[in-house]
């Protein structure tokens, strides 16, 4: 089992470029599914969960996946089996995506329940509630959703509160069904609005992605497309977190700012110096921080992907800073693991307090989830001598060769097998 091995204090400087995010090329490969026509998909990250998509869509009937560097092309031309199994649902829950795609292309889909995560017990009721909405029969047995529909029928769907793949997934569904489809409390999140993208080049058509209404018309088929994938603004805003807390001077290009708004404005109301340029953020490290609160919440807010990696910084910050994990009921897994490197921090439930600054000190720490790696990653990097993060394929399932990246500005890391 890999881990990272990491000596903290060293300062970065330099340029990375941020990758295609994850959570919009997952969407992307499962659109897929809804045409007999080629997709090509470019700035698609090299990370364990697209590799995962790929044997899911295999397994479904997918045509030999070409790779190449960045760019990959998909063809599901008829469907071997309705079924995700759940050897391959339980590595990767965003594999709840093929739902939608397989009931309006094939009329039936056996997924399996994506079980709980780290994270949180993760259910999936609104993407069922609302594909029954469509006309789809469901029944859950053993652990399986079992779905079938003759032709799906345009409805107007209320998200009983947002949800990213339960709009993904019925944005792909509705795209096919007879009739128009209104979803009202969509999800605003830019991976939404990079699927819509897609599925409008493949013939769909659709109207507010972005919005909190969108409005589907549904086609009677669709056809293969070319897309490049969004730029990662979790990504990005975990490598302008690094600059904060170990530049020198970084420049993380390939991102899109106007995406990172609410984290961007904490940073800086935090202290930490930034300058944007374009699809660039300049970072200089070594600012007097301050604590700041944040409670992560639905695009546009505070993304809860980007909480793990802000409590590293705010261990570094002056006075207290309360962080509330709105969205998701066990994401504090890397408190414990922070505690241990020296951070001064308490929790209950959805809610920790950060004292700082407290100097960190290397440490053997776990990952538990993606996003807690990265946070430990940033923690690593200032951590006085050596952090070894072990369980490190967590953190390979949503940043792509995130050792090259930090020892290209300078870090001292190493992947060790
Ligand atoms: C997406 O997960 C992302 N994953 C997550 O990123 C991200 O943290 C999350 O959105 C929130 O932004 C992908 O896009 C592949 P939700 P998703 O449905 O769609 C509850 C990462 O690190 N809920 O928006 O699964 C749910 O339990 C991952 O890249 C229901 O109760 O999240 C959660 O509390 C982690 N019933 C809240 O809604 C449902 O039917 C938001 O979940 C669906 C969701």
Known sequence: MDKLRIR?????????????????????????LLTDGELTLHNVPRVHDVTTMFRVLEHLGAEGIVEDGNSCRVRVRSLRGPEAPYDLVRKM?????????????FGRARVSLPGGCAIGERP?????????????????????????????VGAAITFDQKTVTGTENILMAASLAAGTTTLRNCALEPEVVDLASLLTKMGARIGGA?????????????????HTIVPDRIEAGTFIMAGILAGGDVTVEMCRPEQLAAPLDRLRAAGARLEIDGERVHVTGGADLTGRDIITAPYPGFATDLQAQFMTVMTQARGFAVITEAIFENRFMHVSELKRMGADISHDGRRAVIKGPTPLAGAQVMATDLRASACLVLA???????????????????YERIEEKLLALGAEIERVS
């Open 8 to 32: 903290g204090g060293r300062t970065l400087r330099g340029t990375v470029r941020v990758s295609g995010a994850k959570n919009a090329v997952l969407p992307a490969l499962a659109a897929a």
């Open 93 to 105: 829950r965003a594999s709840v995506l093929v739902l939608g795609p397989l009931v309006a292309r």
């Open 124 to 152: 999936i009721g609104m993407h069922l509630s609302a594909l029954r909405s469509l006309g789809a029969t469901i029944d859950l047995a053993h652990g399986y959703v079992d779905a079938s529909a003759g032709r799906l």
């Open 210 to 226: 972005g919005t909190d209404v969108i409005t589907i018309e549904g086609v009677d088929s669709l056809s293969g497309a070319e």
């Open 380 to 398: 690593g990097l200032i951590g006085e001598g050596w952090t070894e993060l072990n369980r490190v394929y967590h953190i390979d399932r949503g």
